[in-house]
C-alpha cells in the first residue's frame, strides 16, 4: 500500500506558466516600427501624387496623409527619423540578446517552399507563437530588407547632391525614386499578408500586445 508521502510524489505536476513570448522591447519597438513605416507610407503617397513616376496612376486623396505636399513631406520626414532610430535600435537589441539567430536562423529556400506549400494547403501547424515557420522567417528578414531598401533610395532622393555615391548606386535620380517606389509597393504588400495572417491567427495579435 502506497504511503501518502508516495502518492503525493505521484500527484499530477501543476501545469507550468507559460513563458513570454515577446519582450518588452520586442512589442514596443515593432509597435513604433510599424506606425513610422504606415505614415511615411501614406504620406508619401501624397508626395507621390505631387509628382507621379508613372503619370497614369495616382493614389486616392482620401488615402493620403498630409492633405498638401509640404504636409505630407513634413509628415514624411518626421516618420523618417523615427523609423531609423528605432529601427536600429530593433536591430541592434536583436543581435546583442541572441534573439535574431534563434527566431530567424537557420533558413533555407527548401525550408520556404515547404512551408509555403503547406501554408496554401492550410495545413501550416501555428501551435507554439515562439517558433516562426520558415515563410515567417522570410517574410520578416523580406521587410526589414525592404525598409533598409526604402530608407537609402529615400535618402539618395532627399539629399541626392550630397550623396552622389549612393545616387548612382540607385542608377541615377529618377531610378532611386522608381526604387522607392518599388520598396513601397513591396512593404504595402508585406502589411496586407501580414495583416491577413493575423487575422487567421489572432492569437499572435494578442501576443504581440500583451506579451503572451
Not at 146 to 163: M, N, P, T, Y
Not at 188 to 208: E, N, Q
Amino acid at each position: 500500500m502506497a504511503t501518502p508521502h508516495a502518492r503525493r510524489n505521484r500527484a499530477p505536476a501543476a501545469p507550468q506558466r507559460r513563458g513570454v513570448i515577446h519582450p518588452p522591447w520586442v512589442r514596443i519597438t515593432h509597435w513604433l516600427n510599424a506606425f513610422a513605416a504606415i505614415v511615411m507610407m501614406l504620406s508619401g503617397w501624397r508626395i507621390y501624387d505631387a509628382s507621379p513616376i508613372f503619370p497614369a496612376f495616382s493614389f486616392p486623396a482620401a488615402l493620403t496623409l498630409g492633405g498638401w505636399l509640404g504636409g505630407a513631406l513634413q509628415w514624411h520626414f518626421a516618420a523618417m527619423w523615427l523609423l531609423v532610430f528605432n529601427g536600429l535600435v530593433y536591430v541592434a537589441l536583436n543581435l546583442a540578446s541572441g534573439r535574431f539567430a534563434r527566431k530567424f536562423l537557420p533558413l533555407t529556400p527548401r525550408a520556404v517552399l515547404r512551408d509555403f506549400i503547406a501554408a496554401l494547403r492550410g495545413k501550416l501547424a501555428h501551435d507554439d507563437l515562439r517558433v516562426y515557420n520558415a515563410v515567417q522567417k522570410f517574410a520578416y528578414l523580406f521587410a526589414i530588407a525592404d525598409l533598409i531598401v526604402l530608407v537609402l533610395s529615400g535618402l539618395a532622393i532627399w539629399k541626392s547632391v550630397q550623396f552622389p555615391l549612393l545616387r548612382e548606386l540607385m542608377g541615377g535620380y529618377d531610378n532611386a525614386r522608381v526604387v522607392h517606389f518599388t520598396a513601397m509597393s513591396l512593404l504595402a504588400a508585406f502589411l496586407a499578408v501580414h495583416l491577413a495572417l493575423v487575422a487567421l491567427v489572432p492569437r499572435s495579435l494578442l501576443a504581440m500586445l500583451r506579451g503572451r
